[in-house]
């Protein structure tokens, strides 16, 4: 029993001697500097970053490129609150959370120290409204819904087509923005149908047109030129047909025999 003892205390002896010789070696204690330095740097880190973060808060945010949407709908759309921190705010999350509105086409973000953040983007334009099924949406030059509407806007021409064709209405909004960005008739109420690309119809007030495909330009600059006859004239017009090349039929309205 006593030879146990000893044996253990002799061990007991040995280990401690073993712990205290790797604790005082110098590559130990070059070791236990390191990790301290490490940690000493990464808590002040932490304390500087936060620091940091409170110094920087957003206190203004800066839109610009927007025409139809308003700084509040973008900053609501972007989720951006004054008083968080410019350093923690991601770009490609802000980007990625507007590029959600088929409103905008492009954006860019842009931080200035210390609490600034400056949106720029690039909205879709609005080129006509669409009727569907009694529903009006606004509709881009790429034929993208960017909006649903109660009444119609003076400003767009209002399309209505016969059947759901993707082509037939790529061509009809090519029409529909020579009228827009040309402003060819003003505030005039303006009304584009068709069932198939060759009969593509222009209704303006109550002046039936008939366009057909192609040469848009050409085409209605020539019915300016005849409408202002047809007025001097005082001629009532049951329709105007502008789908031949080298004349234009201006069809009268009959007169009713009575009796």
Do not use: M
């Given at each position: 029993m006593l030879r146990k003892n000893r044996k253990r205390k002799n061990r007991l002896k040995r280990?401690?001697?073993?712990?205290?010789?790797?604790?005082?070696?110098?590559?130990?204690?070059?070791?236990?500097?390191?990790?301290?330095a490490v940690g000493i740097v990464t808590a002040g880190s932490i304390m500087l970053y936060?620091?940091?973060?409170?110094?920087?808060?957003?206190?203004k945010i800066v839109v610009s490129g927007n025409r139809h949407l308003t700084g509040g709908d973008i900053i609501a759309l972007a989720r951006i609150k004054r008083g968080e921190s410019l350093l923690s705010l991601r770009s490609a999350r802000i980007e990625r959370s507007l590029l959600k509105s088929p409103w905008i086409k492009d954006v860019s973000i842009r931080k200035e120290l210390p609490g600034t953040i400056i949106i720029r983007l690039k909205e879709?334009?609005?080129?006509?409204?669409?009727?569907k099924k009694k529903a009006l949406y606004i509709i881009?030059?790429?034929?993208?819904?960017?909006?649903?509407?109660?009444?119609?806007?003076?400003?767009?021409?209002?399309?209505?087509?016969?059947?759901?064709d993707k082509a037939l209405l790529k061509e009809v909004i090519r029409l529909a923005r020579i009228i827009k960005?040309?402003?060819?008739?003003?505030?005039?109420?303006?009304?584009?149908?068709?069932?198939?690309?060759?009969?593509?119809?222009?209704?303006?007030?109550?002046?039936?047109?008939?366009?057909g495909k192609g040469d848009y330009k050409k085409k209605l600059v020539r019915l300016l030129e005849i409408e202002k006859q047809i007025v001097r004239r005082g001629i009532p017009?049951?329709?105007?047909?502008?789908?031949?090349?080298?004349?234009?039929?201006?069809?009268?309205?009959?007169?009713?025999?009575n009796g």
């Open positions: 280990d401690s001697r073993n712990i205290w010789d790797i604790i005082l070696h110098p590559l130990f204690k070059i070791f236990v500097s390191v990790v301290l936060r620091i940091l973060q409170r110094t920087f808060t957003i206190n879709a334009e609005p080129v006509a409204i669409l009727k881009s030059r790429e034929g993208i819904v960017l909006d649903r509407i109660k009444e119609k806007e003076s400003f767009l021409p209002v399309i209505t087509l016969k059947r759901n960005n040309d402003n060819l008739f003003n505030d005039r109420k303006v009304e584009i149908r068709a069932g198939k690309q060759e009969d593509i119809t222009l209704v303006v007030d109550d002046l039936i047109i008939k366009v017009v049951e329709y105007i047909d502008l789908r031949f090349s080298r004349r234009v039929i201006v069809h009268p309205v009959k007169e009713r025999i």
